[in-house]
């Protein structure tokens, strides 16, 4: 049969499709072709949540830290006695302790980590106010009833708030504590030496939602009054001392006082395993004794706080203008109290059994200086700086990572267990960690 010459045969021929063999060797070709590139894809993908994890935990770690730098440094000019301003509250914190929410939950406190107590006037305005603008129901020493009247216009013309608006006080809705600081000093008493301090008052606003604690006039002079009650308790903590003062002489400033707490927060079930904690601010609330726990930095797995205390290494004091070696061989070989095991408890007397509202720390005071009771010098602060370190570890784990960091990161002197620990996940994570040491030169 003769071969089909015509147009329509060179048709077909030229639409024949791959034979078996041909199909075999190009799939033979494609798949490791294809594989290469999802192995590429896969591979890539991995990087950019590597890389998407360090930098969050690095952004994480860096606002963190100067967040909680910030309003140290604000609690220093706070008006509150420096020894009840900056508190440790736990070196490497024991397992089982809680702080409560204003819902009554409790929020468990990541075991080994540290706890730091800030107060004074941080978050709000000051205001200030002269001489009349404080009245009281008794002598003005903390034992009655205040009335502080603050002017849109103070009398030594200082502005508090425009005439035609009400001061941010007036949206408290919550009893909160106020600060009414004086001109004049009073003694506090440390290893039963004396020394001046200045003179303040802490006491109890009872705030509610309804405005009727406030009176306002309004003028081309507009007056803000209230009433605080200086004799409650839980204000009178935040006071230089629990013992007599004198009255108020000059009132010159008055402010909301934030006492503040931050904690390694694991949550209200935290479970085993990661638990994801965070570092959180806790406000103390004076009306349920509880906190207004807001978090700041997720995926925190440590935050170890320490103290620089002028001298206490047994070098001559000179105010912290010595830059300061560090040295963690042994107890106080440096000035940073808390970066050994078991120092701040020795040194610091750490409140353990009193989470948080602790009294003042008499240690940041100078208790070398010569005074008497008749004639006492004034107070010189110890405490000149704080040296804070936070661990932030990536969301999620890298099964193949071994790189630093992956089994876990210690600082200071910390006693908190990793998330990698075998005990826990077992698993590798990268980490970052942020230490800065807050300056706290000419602390009041």
């Known amino acids: 049969m003769r071969a089909d010459r015509s147009p329509r045969g060179a048709e077909r021929r030229s639409e024949r499709g791959f034979t078996l063999i041909e199909a075999i060797v190009t799939l033979g070709v494609m798949v490791p072709v294809a594989l290469g590139l999802f192995s590429l894809l896969d591979s890539s993908n991995r990087i950019s ?116 608006q009400k001061p941010s006080l007036a949206a408290k809705t919550r009893p909160f504590y106020l600060v009414v600081g004086d001109s004049s000093s009073q003694p506090v008493t440390v290893s039963g030496k004396t020394y001046l301090v200045p003179l303040y008052y802490v006491g109890l606003v009872n705030a509610d939602a309804s405005g009727s604690w ?13 009433s605080m009650n200086s004799s409650d308790a839980g204000a009178k903590i935040l006071n230089a001392t629990s013992a007599g003062a004198p009255a108020l002489q000059n009132p010159f400033v008055c402010g909301v006082v934030d006492d503040i707490v931050f904690f390694v927060d694991e949550g209200t079930s935290p479970g085993s395993g990661d638990t994801h904690p965070t570092l959180a601010m806790a406000t103390f609330d004076p009306s349920t004794s509880n906190y207004d ?10 935050f170890q706080v320490a103290y620089g205390v002028d001298g206490a290494d047994g070098s001559a004091l000179d105010g912290g203008s010595d830059p300061v070696t560090v040295n963690i061989t042994g107890s106080n070989k440096d000035e940073w109290v808390g970066n050994v095991a078991g120092e701040t408890d020795a040194s610091l007397g750490t409140p353990a059994a009193a989470i948080p509202r602790a009294a003042a720390v008499d240690a940041f ?50 006693g908190a267990k990793s998330m990698s620990d075998p005990s826990i996940t077992g698993r590798p994570y990268r980490r970052r960690v942020q230490s800065l040491a807050v300056s706290l030169r000419n602390f009041q």
């Open 49 to 164: 949540k590597q890389e998407s994890n360090v930098a969050q935990a690095q952004q994480a770690s860096r606002g963190g830290i100067y967040e909680v730098a910030r309003m140290i440094r604000q609690a220093r000019v706070g008006q509150l006695y420096y020894g009840s301003a900056v508190l440790p509250i736990y070196d490497n914190a024991p397992a089982g302790k809680t702080l409560k929410d204003l819902s009554g939950a409790e929020h468990v406190i990541r075991q080994g980590t540290d706890v730091v107590e800030v107060r004074g006037v941080i978050l709000g305005e000051k205001f200030t106010i002269t001489t009349g603008d404080v009245t009281c129901s008794g002598n003005c020493d903390g034992t009655s009833q205040m009335t502080i009247t603050i002017r849109s216009t103070a009398t030594n013309g200082a502005v508090n708030y425009p005439a035609a």
């Open 214 to 226: 406030y009176t306002y006039t309004s003028g081309t002079t507009a007056t803000f009054s209230f």
């Open 293 to 302: 726990i807001q978090p700041l930095v997720e995926e925190v797995e440590d």
């Open 365 to 414: 005071l100078d208790t070398s200086v010569a005074t008497s009771d008749t004639a006492p010098e004034l107070a010189r602060p110890l405490l000149r700086s704080i040296w804070l370190s936070l661990v932030v570890k990536s969301k999620d784990p890298e099964m193949k990572y071994s790189g630093p960091g992956a089994t876990g990161v210690i600082t200071l002197d910390s």
